[in-house]
């Protein structure tokens, strides 16, 4: 059974992403003194008194606005009240109630689900502010007094919004989950491909660049296994990242890589690999994240019989470093070979988490180093004695040598081909740690 899922909504401004991060305990939703800032809904796991539930934050609700941004929260603000077991409602103290807060209100109402009457920025204890008794005039029952900044009255919140979840169920096992972080420079079509795999408009897609700031968490399920799908803020080079929010979005897209288990490094096929996509790949690369080079907008494309095996050799030369990672060419436009995305997922990540038994290695390492002789340097012959398994994801070996500095480069790159060529691996980055005898372990 899924878990719970509390929605914080409200108009712009009045404190929603600062109390998110407030209840989840660590700064994951941007925060600035600027109307807007949050834009598409945020998810994060969240426990009170025993009971584990998914938190969102949401862009704020504008009624009646002109602007397409503006639009488009209101939309995403909207679909989170459907998928949500209970609605905080938030308002602001400071601006007292205001028209849009009662059209907020009506529109919470209509949606017929359980909701809770949050007033933030109640900053002082001890005494009541009596400017809170107004917002009964909302008809959502007795307002909570909260305070986002100091965290007062977050306890008295939780403990309301418990009132409305289910009976306990067995929880989700996370195990079976794989991470998905979708990856690559702004306007690649990494939030186009995520409403394509949900068949709903849960990110905002829109061709003013820049569009989604955070990284956005989906969970979603399908014959072929539970995915999270992470969607990133598109990474621009260092250069143009000048404002504020924008710094914040690569830090986040970078910290989407790490939580990932599977990165999938989305290209626009009328530009092919640009410079800015090789910086994009080597975060996730360094990262030993298991990865697929996805080719986005293929439709768009004019091919003939050779088109596909160019663009292949191109991405191979200027993603040299990424040879292991397989190569998919889709259109989430149009969702021509989408499907095809979760068995290339599962195969990778099945890859990344595969264990090698030091019997079967040094089977390997034995025909590898009969067939290649280790180098020698003024005299003295390298010689390898063993390899052992020492982690997963990406696979990490360590092999034990008599001289770590007769280990050349290219020797190494040899027998990580030789273990690549009997075990597979594809998709995955593999660590190799040198050791010579004596070597302490750790």
């Known amino acids: 059974m899924a878990r719970p899922l509390v929605a914080i909504v409200g108009r712009p401004n009045v404190g929603k992403s600062m109390l998110f991060n407030k209840l989840v305990g660590q700064r994951l939703s941007i925060v600035e003194d600027t109307p807007g800032v949050t834009r598409d809904r945020l998810y994060a796991p969240c426990e009170w008194c025993g009971r584990k539930f998914n938190l969102v934050d949401t862009g704020g609700i504008e009624p009646g606005t002109d602007s397409e941004i503006l639009q488009f929260m209101r939309q995403q603000a909207e679909i989170a009240i459907q998928n949500a077991t209970v609605i905080v409602f938030l308002c602001d103290i400071q601006t007292g109630l205001t028209a849009s807060d009662q059209e907020v209100a009506a529109m919470l109402l209509k949606s017929g689900k359980p909701v809770v009457l949050a007033v933030n920025k109640m900053d002082q204890t001890g005494h009541t502010n009596p400017d809170i008794y107004e917002f009964y005039n909302l008809g959502l029952g007795d307002p909570v007094a909260v305070s986002a900044v100091h965290g007062h009255g977050t306890g008295d919140l939780l403990d309301e919004c418990l009132k409305y979840f289910p009976a306990q169920d067995e929880e989700e096992d996370d195990d079976e989950v794989i991470k998905v972080a979708i990856i690559g420079k702004p306007n690649v079509g990494k939030s186009s491909l995520v409403n394509r795999i949900l068949g709903e408009e849960r990110v905002i897609v829109s061709n003013v660049a820049g569009t989604t700031r955070d990284a956005v968490d989906n969970y979603f399920e399908n014959s072929k296994g539970k995915y999270l799908l992470i969607d990133t803020a598109g990474m621009r080079k260092k250069s143009k990242v000048d404002d504020r929010v924008e710094k914040f979005s690569v830090l986040r897209a970078t910290m989407a890589i790490e939580r990932a288990d599977v990165c999938l490094i989305l290209i626009d096929a009328g530009e092919g690999v640009t410079e800015q996509d090789?910086?994009?790949a080597g975060l996730a690369h360094e990262a030993g994240k298991a990865c697929i080079i996805v080719v986005n907008k293929w439709d768009a494309v004019e091919k003939d019989d050779k088109t596909m095996d160019r663009m292949c050799k191109d991405i191979r030369r200027d993603l040299a470093y990424m040879e292991?990672?397989?190569?998919?060419?889709?259109?989430?436009?149009t969702g021509a070979r989408v499907e095809k995305l979760f068995d290339a997922i599962n195969d990778v990540a099945n890859q990344a988490a595969m264990r090698i038994t030091t019997g079967m290695l040094n089977d390997v390492l034995a025909d590898?180093?009969?067939?290649?002789?280790?180098?020698?340097d003024k005299g003295r012959r390298l010689k390898v004695y063993y390899m052992t398994q020492v982690g997963i994801k990406p696979p990490h070996f360590v092999i034990f040598c008599?001289?770590?500095?007769?280990?050349?480069?290219?020797?190494?790159?040899y027998l990580e081909n030789q273990i690549r060529a009997t075990f597979g691996l594809e998709g995955t980055p593999i660590k190799i740690t040198i050791r010579q005898k004596g070597d302490k372990e750790g």
């Open 402 to 413: 008599n001289d770590r500095e007769l280990f050349h480069f290219s020797y190494r790159r």
């Open 368 to 376: 590898a180093t009969a067939r290649v002789q280790p180098p020698t």
């Open 278 to 280: 090789t910086k994009v």
């Open 324 to 333: 292991y990672a397989p190569i998919l060419f889709i259109s989430a436009l």
